[in-house]
Each structure stands twice: as C-alpha cells, then as structure tokens.
Nanobody
Framework: QVQLVESGGGLVQPGGSLRLSCAAS????????LGWYRQAPGKQRELVAS????????NYADSVKGRFTISRDNMKNTVYLQMNSLRPEDTAVYYC????????????WGQGTQVTVSS
C-alpha cells in the first residue's frame, strides 16, 4: 500500500504562484512515476504533469507547459508542483498520483487539494 499526503492548495490571484507538495509513504519501492492530475467541476480528470522516479523524465499538458514545473525529492519521497502565472482556468481539485510501471500493478491517489485562481 502507498499513502499520499498533499499540501499547498489554496486561493491565489491570476498571475500568482502556488506550490503543491505530495509526500509518499508505505510500499513505495516499486513506484515508477509520480504525477499531478486535476479535475474541475463537470469535467474529466486530466493529467497536468508527471515525472519518473528513476530518470526524472517529465511530461506536461500543453495548457501548463512553460508555467508549471514538476519535481521530486527522492530522499524525501516527495513530489512538487510549482505553478506560476496562474489563470482562472487552472481552478480545480489537484490530485497526486503514484503508479507502478503498469497501472494494473499499482495505482494510488491522494485526497485532492483545492486550487482556486480568482481575483
């Protein structure tokens, strides 16, 4: 089992910044990739960014490329999402995700944290 604990969500003005953190614990040795997803009301959950544990290879949604940065601290078993130049359309519940090499082998979610971008 893997547990994910998120922090850092909140209210921010357009153009502002926010940093999300997700601390992983439990049986994390076989986790292959960490990611951040988001879900706005009435919409599907979508991938925002991901990073592999071993190589640090990153992937971003086109809508956040150049504004968001995902990173991980393997010593702390923590993944971060630095969000800059925030827009109202970034408003959503953000979820931390950890999965093994194959989703069927293990796929874990945090509780979600609300990010609201509003003036």
């Amino acid at each position: 089992q893997v547990q994910l604990v998120e922090s850092g969500g909140g209210l921010v003005q357009p153009g502002g910044s926010l940093r999300l953190s997700c601390a992983a614990s439990g049986s994390i040795g076989s986790i292959y990739v960490l990611g951040w997803y988001r879900q706005a009301p009435g919409k599907q959950r979508e991938l925002v960014a991901s990073i592999t544990i071993s190589a640090g290879s990153t992937n971003y949604a086109d809508s956040v490329k150049g504004r968001f940065t995902i990173s991980r601290d393997n010593m702390k078993n923590t993944v971060y999402l630095q969000m800059n130049s925030l827009r109202p359309e970034d408003t959503a519940v953000y979820y931390c995700n950890a999965r093994k090499r194959l989703t069927a082998l293990g796929n874990y979610w945090g509780q979600g944290t609300q990010v609201t971008v509003s003036s």
